[in-house]
């Protein structure tokens, strides 16, 4: 027990030294990026006062060195202080606590998705694999398209297949407008807003895990320890579950937790796509306002799920494989 | 329960064959289904907004993605019909003295701010003495100029007294530009960080109800609105949809019953405005006059060169432009000013394609155009605008120039225009009626600031220029008025500061099953207060 906590305490301090280092890199690379949010937002308001524009940027802290800033915003965010949009009229914290929601839900019902049907797609392509039948060809190559299709474009055709030919599914948002809905309905509404987006995430990633199930079944197939299975009369169902998958589940997990990171940007043009209200356009919007407060607010908690989903695939991948510890 | 004209989201392929079932029933019975002939009543207007605002106060902020949304709140003293001509709107009426130095505005009788506050003299007087001379730098610098006092001479009376003659006085105080704050809410208090600005409270035909960021803005129907059975709509919802391909498809599913210009890539526009139901129009911007123009940096060589300048504006060959690039959404320019407007000189000598006639001019300027490269500066404006860019670099090669087009986002296309950090690049222009209010500011030397892209960051600089807009501005509209115009216009035609490329055309689609909905200079951005949906007779 005190090796485990030794160890997750090693991970978790890691875990904060990679997200002071990537909120310092974000908050330079942001700031090298030409283009002055004071100045934008002036040109909004239709003015060319320059007393205004100095104002902004004082309010802002823009006139501060850069270093000043970037200890100022440091100390902050080590008091969960993410400041104030200035181009939103809103704190940080407000605005994600808006969106984050919205991302979650899609993140995590694309993962789902794309986790459970490819390693079951990548089993079942395994097994055909062995019976050399047409079934794992059908499955690796169906999963080559989706992988090399890009994500906006799919997206695209599936709103134009299934929203604007079929009318099966609605083409925008997260929910209906002004609906009064309960229960089932509401759950409904939210399903059917949520399936398109979700597909469209899924489906890349849908495609590696059918690859990596597939081969890391096949390779478990080959081990002699599935050979002593058989051959001490255990069913085939059995091995599979009881063996074979409990050991080629280690790359599918770690390679889940690298997923989770990716999904963060590819969420970023499906939300456009299909106008879902969540982080990824937020970050979009932010970006293209130079809203620097915003933008290194959102930074820091995708930096923190990111970091904490790792942690957690490297504990599951401990419990899947007791050989895995701190030390070797 | 307000009807919605959006569809549900019906859940299965049953659904699909009912629809189309539908469909072809109802096709089948449209030459003899009644329709409603008088306005009808009820029903949700589902609109795009894009971008999303950054404020519901556009007398703050001049995107025009604020004013398509805050204005069905807010509302100023008049507005334009679309031969520019001012319509009342909380200015009942007004007399203007013979000298021009009085202006009397009556207000209209029995209006209320949406929390129940009266509206009244004071609010005007306070929107024009305090939030816009504090908000507004180019109003405040106007009325520094011309305004004597503005003062209240009963409870809905306000009279503007001028130091001299202000032709485009009334130009200024339309409801696009300038709506009246509600004084109540916003004396005392830092105006641009007002939370009012997120939630108006105006006196127009809609209240504000709910604003979800990145999803929605839903405005409702105001029982008390001052224009008795106005207005015909329940509820309006401003959907945030951020790609235009989805908006296309929205727009398609009827999700959305209107697309202003922009909404959908100009390369969709035949394809959507041959959909059923669906149509187009150009009506509704007479106001703005848009006008693309290539800016160019005057301020080293070659373009520093009005032979240079000329032979570049040559080169282009517009048409092509307007109908390859554009796919027709838009008119050649032919001068300075909109030709839809009374201020362009409809002699001005033209700049029509002609290559030979552009390498002449490079060769009469006696400058080695290739010796250095220019930068194209290109924003984010859209994919007709990226290939305009690359025309413009293709169609300048001939004439020996090195052009590289360098591309950018919105933000960094901003500063380093705003920095004069360019060579050429293209931006465009709204009107606004009267050239001096707007259009100025690109030519005028005391523009040469470095704050924003839309003055004159190309560093013009003529004295005589200078005398003619200030000029124009004293005199009273009239043939004087028209003739210092028209001077104004042929100088500028001659030392072409900036090439003014095109008229946009700002086609408008829309389901047929909205009506009234452009009816004036700035239609889209009014109240909707005569908007309905006609729907079938039951």
């Known amino acids: 027990m005190i090796a485990f906590f030794g160890y997750l305490g090693g991970r978790l301090g890691r875990g904060l030294a990679v997200i002071v280092g990537v909120l310092v890199l974000s908050f330079l690379l942001v700031r090298l990026a030409p283009g002055d949010p004071a100045m934008l937002m002036a040109g909004e308001a239709g003015t060319d006062d320059v007393q205004y524009v100095a104002k902004l940027r004082h309010d802002m802290g823009l006139d501060q060195p850069l270093a000043q800033q970037l200890l100022t915003w440091l100390g902050q965010a080590a008091r969960l202080d993410l400041g104030y949009s200035y181009r939103n009229q809103a704190s940080v914290w407000s605005l994600i606590a808006e969106r984050l929601p919205a991302t979650l839900l899609l993140m995590g019902s694309g993962f789902v998705l794309s986790s459970l049907i490819g390693v079951a797609m990548g089993v079942l392509a395994a097994r055909s694999q062995r019976r050399r039948g047409y079934l794992d060809r059908l499955i690796s190559h169906t999963a080559l398209v989706l992988y090399a299709m890009p994500s906006f474009w799919l997206a695209l055709l599936l709103i134009l297949l299934f929203s604007v030919l079929l009318d099966w599914l609605p083409a925008f948002g997260m929910a209906s407008v002004d609906t009064d809905l309960h229960g089932w309905a509401l759950f409904h509404d939210y399903a059917s807003h949520l399936l398109l987006p979700a597909l469209s995430l899924s489906f890349m990633f849908l495609a590696l895990y059918v690859q990596l199930t597939r081969s890391a079944v096949l390779e478990a197939m080959g081990q002699e320890y599935v050979r002593t299975a058989t051959a001490k009369g255990l069913k085939p169902a059995r091995i599979l579950y009881d063996h074979v998958l409990r050991n080629a589940f280690l790359p599918v997990v770690t390679f889940a937790g690298m997923q989770l990171g990716q999904l963060a940007s590819g969420m970023l043009l499906i939300e456009v796509v299909y106008a879902w209200p969540g982080i990824g356009r937020l970050l979009y919007d932010a970006l293209s306002q130079r809203d620097y407060p915003l933008l290194l607010g959102i930074f820091l908690v995708i930096s923190v799920l990111v970091v904490a989903l790792n942690i957690l695939t490297d504990l599951i991948c401990r419990w899947l494989d007791p050989r895995i510890s701190s030390g070797s | 329960m307000p009807t919605s004209f959006s569809r549900p989201a019906p859940s299965g392929w049953r659904k699909s064959v009912r629809a189309l079932s539908a469909a072809l029933l109802a096709s089948a019975c449209l030459s003899i289904t009644p329709v409603w002939a008088d306005p009808q009543a009820g029903g949700v207007l589902n609109l795009v907004s894009q971008p999303e605002p950054p404020s519901l106060m556009h007398g703050l902020v001049t995107h025009v993605s604020s004013q398509y949304v805050s204005g069905k709140v807010l509302q100023g003293l008049l507005t334009f019909d679309t031969d520019l001509k001012p319509q009342p709107v909380l200015a009942r009426s007004w007399t203007i003295a013979p000298d021009g130095l009085t202006y009397t505005f009556d207000l209209q009788e029995g209006v209320r701010w949406h929390d129940g506050q009266p509206f009244t003299a004071d609010d005007v007087l306070f929107s024009f003495k305090q939030f816009y001379p504090q908000t507004d730098t180019r109003l405040a610098g106007i009325f520094n100029e011309f305004i004597a006092s503005i003062d209240k001479t009963g409870p809905l009376q306000v009279v503007f007294h001028l130091k001299k003659p202000f032709a485009p006085l009334l130009s200024s105080l339309g409801s696009g530009l300038h709506p009246i704050a509600p004084k109540h809410l916003y004396e005392g208090t830092d105006f641009r960080s007002n939370p009012y600005n997120l939630k108006p409270v105006g006196t127009g035909p809609f209240v504000f109800k709910e604003w979800k960021r990145g999803s929605y803005i839903k405005l409702v129907k105001n029982p008390d609105y001052w224009k008795k059975g106005l207005p015909y709509l329940d509820e309006i919802v401003f959907h945030v949809l951020p790609d235009a391909t989805s908006r296309a498809a929205a727009f398609e599913r009827n999700d959305v019953q209107v697309l202003r210009s922009g909404d959908a890539d100009y390369a969709d526009l035949s394809r959507l405005s041959a959909l059923p139901g669906v149509a187009s129009s150009d009506k509704g911007y007479e106001l703005y006059a848009g006008l693309a123009f290539l800016q160019m940096n005057l301020r080293k060589p070659p373009l520093d060169n009005v032979k240079v300048r000329q032979a570049i504006l040559y080169a282009l060959n517009r048409p092509f432009i307007v109908d390859n690039i554009f796919f027709g959404a838009g008119k050649v320019a032919q001068g300075t000013f909109s030709s839809s407007t009374p201020f362009h000189d409809p002699q001005l000598r033209q700049y029509n394609y002609d290559i030979a006639k552009a390498k002449a001019l490079i060769a009469e300027s006696g400058v080695d155009v290739g010796k250095t490269h220019i930068r194209l500066l290109n924003g ?58 707007v259009t100025s500011y690109l030519y005028r030397s005391d523009n040469i600031v470095k704050t924003t892209p839309f003055n004159n960051v190309g560093g013009y600089n003529s004295p005589q220029v200078d005398a003619l807009w200030n000029k124009v501005a004293d005199v009273a509209p009239g043939p004087e008025r028209t003739r210092l115009y028209s001077e104004l216009e042929n100088r500028l035609n001659d030392d072409l500061p900036l090439a003014p490329i095109f008229e946009m055309r700002f086609p408008t689609l829309y389901h047929s099953q909205v009506k009234n909905l452009l009816q004036t200079a700035t239609s889209l951005n009014e109240s909707y207060d005569s908007v309905y949906l006609e729907r079938s007779a039951p």
């Open chain 2, 380 to 437: 984010e404006k859209g994919g007709a605008w990226e290939r305009l860019a690359e025309y413009t670099k293709q169609s300048l090669q001939p004439l020996g120039f090195k052009v590289d087009v360098v591309t950018s986002d919105a933000a960094t296309w901003f500063q380093r225009v705003s920095n004069w950090d360019f060579d050429l690049t293209y931006n465009f222009v709204f009107q606004i009626g009267d050239p001096y209010l």
